[in-house]
């Protein structure tokens, strides 16, 4: 189970990130790109999930593409997941009590990866390489 210490810390290591409040909730951001934020369920989230709609903490984060999307949310419907609002737009919802620590970091390293500088994401790439 993984939690806001666990989201700040590993984003925080990315090169280049910092975090920001955003819409009152802490946002994770690289060259001032969002990667990660928490993202409470609203009002409209719940009436469209309906009895489906989880409680605890919500991570939303960036995707390379609507079809990671749908694929996150095939594999692991216990864990990802996303409302109306998201529609057409690459990004998934996280139940972070459901999320193990190590798939975490692995979503997002891969969020961070989607919003970064060409550039800067090589580097880091090339810096994993040679570890």
Do not use: C
Request: hydrophobic content about 45%.
């Amino acid at each position: 189970m993984a939690t806001w210490d666990d989201v700040r810390r590993i984003a925080l290591a990315l090169p280049e990130t910092g975090e920001k409040i955003s819409w009152g909730t802490p946002a994770w951001r690289v060259k001032d790109k969002g990667f990660v934020w928490e993202r409470p369920l609203r009002k409209s989230d719940f009436e469209a999930l309906g009895d489906k709609a989880p409680d605890g903490p919500i991570l939303g984060a960036r995707v390379a593409d609507l079809g990671v999307k749908e694929a996150l949310i095939a594999d692991d419907p216990d864990v990802f997941f996303t409302t109306p609002h998201f529609d057409g737009y690459p990004a998934v919802l996280v139940q972070l009590d459901n999320i193990a620590v190590e798939d975490l970091e692995e979503l997002i390293a891969e969020a961070w990866l989607a919003r970064a500088p060409k550039r800067l994401a090589k580097t880091y790439l090339d810096s994993l390489e040679g570890s």
